[in-house]
């Protein structure tokens, strides 16, 4: 069973940053995706980055420039790096993984495909002054 847990969020004031962590466990090969996606209340789930097995990233529109996300193999963690951050990134941030990796690849980029087969409980990033 994989398992993930995701840490890092906070209460950061505009132009502040954070770094979300999302540790992962019990995949069964080394062929996975891992990305993050953010929910409020009243909106649709969004992706906001995601990287792939063999190091592609995809980026939400709305954090181009200001997130980066990254991965530690050895590790079976990835980060995303939040700058810049403004009010409107506050949300609860998930990340998921998928050992079908194309699958999680389109998902984060509002495809319509298959959820992802396994999410962690989310932290919570909170922007304000």
């Known amino acids: 069973e994989v398992q993930l847990q995701a840490s890092g969020g906070g209460l950061v004031q505009p132009g502040g940053s954070l770094r979300l962590s999302c540790a992962a466990s019990g995949f069964t090969s080394d062929d996975y995706a891992i990305g993050w996606f953010r929910e409020v209340p009243g909106k649709e789930r969004e992706g906001v980055s995601c990287i792939n097995n063999d190091g592609r990233t995809y980026y939400g529109d709305f954090v181009k420039g200001r997130f980066t996300i990254s991965r530690d193999a050895a590790k079976n963690t990835v980060y995303l790096q939040m700058n810049n951050l403004k009010p409107e990134d506050t949300a609860v941030y998930y990340c998921?993984?998928?050992?079908?990796?194309?699958?999680?690849?389109?998902?984060?980029?509002?495809?319509?495909?298959?959820?992802?087969?396994?999410w962690g409980q989310g932290t919570l990033v909170t922007v304000s002054s």
């Open positions: 998921a993984a998928d050992e079908r990796p194309l699958l999680l690849y389109y998902y984060c980029q509002g495809y319509q495909v298959q959820t992802p087969d396994s």
